[in-house]
């Protein structure tokens, strides 16, 4: 049998170990948790870096414009401040969802064309391009990508048509308000099968003056206009890539090719326009974004958009006199001085189907053309390195 000090030494040592133990055990806690803690700050304020997910990124594909210019072409950096603004380093890219054709898409083209009054035979243009005709209108769909449009060949003869069946009815004449115009476009437009992220509740318009002769005019009063061009926007702002993505507040408009213009416009002559009456004109090109699948790509600087342009890399997507229609058909100019006022990242959404929404750089300013007068000019270019 053991002796009281034999177990007095035993326990004493037990203790000692069991106070040891616990004591590694915290102080094994503590160095876990200082680790973690060291971890979750580098990591917080390590920098972002590109994911390059979807592999190398096609070139967009704009309408671009034509211009001449010679050999001294000047290019003139007049921003504000004289220098390159501060952008970002990196950006999200998003994938588009391919609509694609199937066994109804013709079906559905021809259900689409009977809603807006063209109920005869179509002709196909192509594998997937379908016209139907009425009158001086063309209702063209592409089945590959549910994109329409409803072309006018001679818009003046149409509104006089109009105003004459208008007068011959009990209101006596044609209402044509601004209101009003954005009121019947917006009635058109949901009944159309739109992306949930365009802001149809607040299009721009543009007051236009059609005669029977030259292009439209563009009027700053409706007083002045016959017709009305209403454009619809995506409301959903493509977000910066951020350190936090879900507290970003930093994001990028979606542009087309023309970037006055939306890839939905609706153009009316009446308040009283629906699908069958008073639509002069549609263009209709709504790609839908899959905004959870996005990957980080680099950026580009503002120096080397700006020089993109000098070398002839980017395009050339708007180059308008201040006296002609940014709607009408473009004319080739020619150039002697780029004067470059701004540049910034915008996210481009064209008329043709993109594989991606992608950033772009826009360059934008005044243009002196051959015979001295001024234009103003937009650039793109992508931002993708």
């Known amino acids: 049998m053991a002796s009281l000090t034999e177990v007095s030494t035993k326990t004493k040592k037990f203790t000692v170990i069991s106070f040891l133990v616990i004591i590694g055990s915290l102080f094994l806690k503590i160095v ?3 680790i973690g803690y ?5 990591s917080a304020n390590a920098p972002l870096v590109a994911q390059n997910g979807f592999g190398q990124i096609p070139n967009i594909q704009v309408n671009a414009l034509p211009y001449n210019h010679s050999a001294q072409v000047q290019f003139v950096l007049n921003t504000p401040n004289g220098g390159f603004p501060q952008e970002p380093s990196l950006a999200d890219v998003y994938k588009f969802n391919q609509v694609g054709v199937s066994l109804l898409s013709v079906d559905n083209a021809q259900r689409v064309a009977r809603e807006f009054g063209f109920s005869g035979s179509y002709q196909k243009l192509s594998d997937y391009i379908y016209d139907w005709k009425q009158g001086a209108k063309d209702f063209v769909f592409n089945v590959q990508t549910n994109q329409f449009r409803i072309v006018n060949r001679n818009i003046y003869s149409q509104i006089s048509a109009d105003i004459t069946s208008a007068s011959s009815q009990s209101n006596g004449q044609q209402s044509l308000t601004q209101t009003g115009s954005i009121n019947a476009a917006t009635n058109i437009l949901q009944s159309l099968p739109v992306s949930s992220d365009y802001d149809v509740q607040h299009p721009s318009v543009v007051f236009l003056n059609y ?10 009063d409706i007083s002045n206009a016959n017709a009305v061009k209403v454009i619809y926007h995506r409301s959903y702002k ?13 994001t990028l408009p979606l542009l087309s090719d023309n970037p006055l213009n939306g890839n939905i416009t609706i153009t009316v002559d009446s308040d009283y326009a629906s699908l069958t009456s008073n639509v002069l004109e549609v263009n209709f090109s709504d790609w839908p974004i899959d905004g959870n699948t996005y990957s980080t790509y680099s950026l580009k600087s503002p120096q080397q958009a700006w020089q993109d342009v000098q070398n002839g890399n980017a ?3 708007y180059l308008v006199k201040p006296t002609d229609s940014p709607y009408s058909a473009y004319q080739t100019l020619n150039v002697n001085k780029f004067e470059a006022e701004d540049i910034s990242l915008a996210y481009f959404d064209g008329i043709k189907q993109q594989q991606y929404l992608e950033p772009v750089y826009v360059i934008r300013g ?4 051959s015979d001295g007068t001024a234009a103003q000019f937009y650039f793109y270019d992508s931002a993708i390195i």
């Open 315 to 317: 395009y050339l997507v």
């Open 211 to 220: 005669s029977s002769s030259g292009p439209e005019v563009v009027e700053q």
């Open 32 to 34: 876990v948790s200082i």
């Open 238 to 250: 493509y977000l910066l890539i951020n350190q936090n993505k879900a507290l970003s507040t930093q």
């Open 38 to 42: 060291i971890a979750y700050v580098v």
């Open 366 to 369: 005044t243009a002196i053309l």
